[in-house]
């Protein structure tokens, strides 16, 4: 054999004995471990004496609880008890309606009776009665002479729908107002209507003023108590929101 390959066998012989030698002092110290470990722990100590005393267990009903209603009669021998009634309340008394007086009627008024003396005499005499003119209070509806003027008042006024309705269509995003010169007829409503002012002019605004002054109404003056045909009056109509300035 070569020297290499003593020098091998050599190596792999060490490296044997140190495996061998490191398993022996693992299962050495093992061993001692458990061995240390059983002389701490020992045996587990016995259970020596003598048997508990048994005792005695009496048992028994419990007594009756206590009642707090009296008790109830014996039955037996004695007269039977009485019927039992019912009372019921008497009905209410009714309260009769408390009778008012009847209000004295007055007496007849007498019979006018003209002044007349019952035989001629050439002295004056006082009569019974007369007639003559006077004044008075009455109910009803009827006309009669007064003095005093009222103006014309408004009653009703066109709605704002009724306003947008003719509103002209070739500006309707444009504000306008227009003036009429109108009569008040005695029914309330205007006739003989005429632009006045037209701002702005030449769109429609003016024909859509004179359609919505069908919806206006308004009392007549009166004069002397009596209601005056045709007075005079000027409606203004906006078609839209004025500008602000």
């Not at 007349?116 to 004056?124: I, L, R, T, W």
């Not at 008042?153 to 995003?173: C, E, G, K, M, V």
Request: net charge positive.
């Amino acid at each position: 054999m070569s020297d290499a390959e003593t020098q091998y066998d050599r190596r792999r012989a060490r490296k044997r004995w140190r495996a061998f030698a490191v398993f022996v002092g693992v299962a050495a110290a093992e061993l001692g471990l458990a061995l240390l470990l059983g002389q701490v722990k020992g045996r587990a100590p016995e259970i020596s004496g003598a048997q508990p005393r048994p005792f005695e267990v009496v048992l028994y009903d419990p007594p009756p609880p206590i009642s707090l209603e009296p008790p109830a009669p014996e039955t037996g021998g004695g007269a039977p008890a009485a019927p039992s009634r019912i009372h019921t309340p008497p009905p209410p008394k009714q309260v009769r309606p408390v009778e008012l007086p009847a209000p004295p009627r007055p007496a007849p008024e007498p019979a006018p009776v003209v002044g007349v003396a019952p035989s001629s005499s050439p002295e004056p005499g006082f009569g019974q009665g007369g007639a003559g003119t006077g004044s008075g209070s009455g109910v009803g509806s009827g006309s009669g002479p007064g003095s005093g003027a009222t103006g014309p008042r408004l009653i009703t006024s066109p709605t704002l729908a009724q306003i947008r309705a003719n509103h002209p269509r070739q500006a309707r995003s444009r504000y306008g107002r227009v003036e009429l010169s109108c009569r008040i007829r005695l029914d309330s409503r205007l006739e003989a209507c005429r632009v006045v002012s037209e701002d702005p002019s030449g769109v429609g605004f003016g024909a859509g003023g004179l359609a919505v002054s069908s919806y206006f109404r308004f009392q007549p003056a009166t004069e002397n108590g009596r209601p005056v045909e045709g007075q005079p009056v000027t409606v203004g109509i906006d078609f839209g929101i004025p500008p602000r300035r």
